[in-house]
């Protein structure tokens, strides 16, 4: 995403070129000019003012075209862009393109002549010249397939021209320390009593929340600010919406852990199922029939072993083991025989009986021979 800034000032552009070439921010193939050399850019601006009588007034715009780090740029792709909008939206301009990669964001300084070569007329620099300005980095951004910058939405920042000032000379304006600041309390809290808290903590910021607004007191700075004055993203409003936004997140991400949780399970469980030793659950199911035998009757024993044999059976099929059919008929006749065997309790029963039989019969003969 391509964020452009703009300034324009009346000050002589030495001071802001040394700024711009600075090795530590940038090195020689991202230094160009577009219709002037970059190593005679003020004294060739400083010449066109002259040619056309025009040496009063503003003497430069400057612009800032800003990359996001998610658009994963190069420096020397991030130049070539520049180079490209300083030709197509700045047509009979000298530009001074410099592209900076000391930060985490690579960003494109443009600084413009503000006196044309061509026919010196003086460049307009106003709302409507940069909305076509975003437009054309946008069109850049599209092909490219970058971020594009969201044009109508309202401003997230709002950055004062005093700010603009001390940016491009490489400081760092106390607005911008206050929304760091406010950007990483709103990450780390739920609410706006923790996030008061955290400010007046950690940072030396007092805050002051009524019904409708927010406001925020640098430590260095005696009055207050409203969020609103900060941007879109500091009212009172959107840090509700933001709280709201992370609390979902919160639940999302509990969420997410607790199916990933259950689905790990699920996995563990197939993978548990599918290291199973068929081989020794046939052994197991072996030795657990033949040591039936001794614990039950003979009733129970062969009720129990069919089971077994029921189960190793459905066991065989599942790992496609076919059944010797010797085996099978031999299991069968095994059966019937021990169903053919008369039971012990039934042949006890039986000699029983006829034993009292037995013995009735002779005590009616002896008592019939007394008589």
């Not at 003969?365 to 007394?370: A, C, G, L, N, P």
Request: proline letters at 2%; glycine letters at 6%.
């Amino acid at each position: 995403m391509a964020i452009i800034k703009g300034l324009s000032s009346r000050a002589n552009p030495q001071k802001l070129v040394d700024y711009l070439t600075n090795e530590e921010k940038t090195e020689e193939k991202l230094i160009s000019g577009k219709d002037c050399s970059p190593e005679n850019i003020v004294r060739e601006f400083r010449a066109t003012k002259e040619l056309y009588g025009k040496t009063d007034g503003v003497q430069y715009h400057h612009m800032i075209q800003s990359f996001s780090p998610k658009d994963n740029i190069t420096p020397e792709k991030a130049h070539e862009l520049g180079i490209e909008i300083a030709e197509k939206q700045f047509k009979g301009h000298e530009v001074f393109v410099v592209t900076h990669k000391d930060k985490e964001h690579i960003h494109n300084h443009l600084v413009i002549n503000s006196v044309s070569f061509e026919n010196g007329k003086k460049y307009q620099s106003n709302r409507n010249s940069m909305i076509a300005l975003k437009r054309a980095s946008n069109r850049q951004c599209e092909r490219e397939g970058l971020i594009t910058l969201d044009i109508d939405h309202k401003a997230l920042q709002r950055v004062s021209t005093g700010e603009k000032r001390i940016e491009m000379k490489g400081g760092i304006p106390w607005k911008d320390e206050l929304r760091q600041c406010i950007d990483f309390a709103k990450e780390r809290t739920k609410g706006f009593d923790e996030f008061k808290i955290y400010l007046e903590k950690n940072f030396e910021i007092n805050t002051r929340i009524t019904n409708k607004t927010i406001s925020y007191q640098h430590p260095e700075k005696i009055k207050p600010i409203r969020g609103s004055k900060l941007g879109a993203n500091y009212d009172k409003e959107e840090l509700e919406i933001e709280f709201i936004r992370q609390e979902e997140r919160i639940r999302r991400a509990r969420r997410k852990e607790s199916i990933g949780i259950q689905e790990n399970a699920i996995q563990r469980a197939r993978e548990q199922k599918e290291r199973v030793d068929w081989s020794e659950v046939r052994r197991t199911i072996k030795s657990e029939g033949g040591g039936v035998s001794e614990q039950f009757g003979d009733d129970s024993t062969a009720t129990i072993q069919q089971k077994v044999r029921d189960v190793k059976e459905r066991t065989d099929r599942a790992l496609g083991i076919t059944k010797p059919k010797g085996r099978e008929v031999g299991n069968k006749q095994r059966d019937g025989e021990r169903n053919v065997e008369p039971r012990v309790g039934e042949l006890e029963s039986k000699d029983s009986r006829a034993s009292k039989v037995s013995k009735k019969h002779d005590r009616k003969r002896d008592y019939e021979i007394e008589r």
